[in-house]
């Protein structure tokens, strides 16, 4: 059996998941901290 | 005594008597909780008839033959303490090989023989370079 | 205990550790990756099968070091009641059971090839999966409550209680008959000859900085949406 089809579509699962809960969290953050100083710039 | 060690006591006392639980319960599940029999536990408290089973250890040397048929292998599976005779009929999988793990599903018949209808292969905690593992002797047997 | 209480103080030293964790973080992950697909040799008996090891073990790692964590900060908020406690453990949560799935979802495509299954109920992968329900119903309980920098008594409680299962995982395979094999990197040393082994150090400090800098953003996610929330109120009520 070829094994590297295995290989590909775990480190690709891998890649996917960790990519996409660090664009998740990249975005929160920025959102939230653009937020903040939006708020400490009009006070 | 101050409320903050007071909370820190109880905390760890709490832990405590969940992972004392948690043990108990699982060393209760000792037997249900095992994947497959080994041949030593078959020796010891009798043939598991009548339903479906599965069996692990290794598969001993040069002990493999295939029935004219193509498709019907028979080999011994053994741990060290005792030895299984097992005939399969079908595809193996690739790591399926003499001196190297099994875990057989199937049946034992009242002979003693064990019926597979299917093979895992199971490897060890061992990994190593081929050019390596040709100069190793393999003498460990696979723990039950 | 309450040197970094102040969030305004624990920002100062997130903010810049953030994209260090990250940054070195990937290029430990690449490496490692690279020399585990392309320069370490296959395995004798399973061939090239074995080059899954390098995201499969930081990804066990991870998701039990992360329930180790929420554990640890539970047991800090419960005692302490260290105000960033709450934050830490709700920020672990999603990091530690994406880990979890993932190291799962591997040990499954690594299984097929060697094992000659996908799945079987067996005490590791058991175990494991419900390692994953502990961590959706964490999730569960922690977004369950309005307040972004604590979790409920009942949450923090749920995360010790749940902590019990981390022992288990880990010796399962030596406890019970598994298809899973033993362990290889003990206190004792390895079982996995250096050749093969060397790109898992890359890999695994690579993950678990990655896994600290994808901590520290949703740390700092929750502590400013806490602060823009609290401002509206004051607006609210003014």
Known sequence: MNHWPFIIAAYALTGLGTLGVFVWSYLEMRRAEQAVSKLERSR | MKAKNQRLILALLALAAVIGAGLLAVSGLKQEAAFFY??????????????????????????????????????????????????????????????????????????????????????????????????????????? | MHAYANPARFLKIARPLTPICLVVGILLILIGSYAGLALTPPDYLQGDSVRILYIHVPAAWLGMGGWTGIAIASIVQLVWRHPLAGVAARAIAVPG??????????????????????????????????????????????????????VSRATAIFGIVGAVNIPIINRSVVWWNSLHQGPSITLRGSTISSEILWPLAPTVIGFSLFFGGIVLMRMRANLAQAKVEARMRRLAAA
């Open chain 2, 38 to 144: 080994a041949p030593g536990d078959v020796a010891e408290n009798g043939l598991p008839l009548g339903k479906a089973v599965r069996l692990g250890g290794m598969v001993a040397d040069k002990s493999i033959r295939h029935d004219p048929d193509g498709v019907t292998i028979h080999f011994v599976v053994e741990d060290g303490k005792a030895k299984v005779p097992v005939t399969f009929k079908g595809i193996a999988p690739d790591l399926f090989k003499e001196k190297s793990g099994v875990v057989a599903e199937g049946e034992f018949h009242p002979d003693g023989t064990f019926v597979a209808n299917n093979l895992l292969a199971k490897h060890d905690e061992r990994y190593m370079p081929p050019e390596l593992a040709g100069k190793m002797h393999k003498t460990d047997t696979l723990k039950p």
């Open chain 3, 97 to 150: 059971a994406l880990f979890t799935a993932i190291c799962l979802v591997t040990g499954s495509i690594w299984g097929r090839p060697t094992w000659g299954t996908w799945w079987e109920w067996d005490g590791r992968m058991t175990s494991m999966l419900v390692l994953l329900f502990l961590y959706f119903g964490y999730i569960g309980l922690a977004n369950a409550s309005d307040d972004r920098t604590s």
